[in-house]
């Protein structure tokens, strides 16, 4: 059974930061993409940051150059850094990881239960 974890969200003004956590347990034999989503009050999710197991990154152009996505492998661990916060950054953030929980399983895509982001002075 796997589970991710996340934490770090709250209220921020403009202009913060947050530094999102989510950590995977349970049976995990592999990991391949970790990553966040985020849900905007009325909107649909979207994707946020992706990294690989080898470090390799991707964001959404609403984001680059203000949150920086990061993992630990050795704690199955995925952040998220996000600086220089506005209020369209409101949103549910969630995390995902792609996992294998034994050898002889393909990855399939596990969720966290969501993180409260908001933004407002």
């Known amino acids: 059974q796997v589970q991710l974890v996340e934490s770090g969200g709250g209220l921020v003004q403009p202009g913060g930061s947050l530094r999102l956590s989510c950590a995977a347990s349970?049976?995990?034999?592999?990991?391949?993409?970790m990553g966040w989503y985020r849900q905007p009050p009325g909107k649909e999710r979207e994707l946020v940051a992706a990294?690989?197991?080898?470090?390799?990154?991707n964001y959404a152009d609403s984001v680059k150059g203000r949150f920086t996505i990061s993992r630990d492998n050795a704690k199955n661990t995925v952040y998220l850094q996000t600086n220089s916060l506005k209020p369209e950054d409101t949103a549910v953030y969630y995390c995902y990881a792609a996992i294998a929980p034994s050898y002889r399983d393909l990855y399939r895509d596990y969720w966290g239960q969501g993180t409260q982001v908001t933004v407002s002075s």
């Open positions: 990294i690989t197991s080898g470090g390799l990154t």
């Open positions: 349970g049976s995990i034999s592999r990991i391949n993409a």
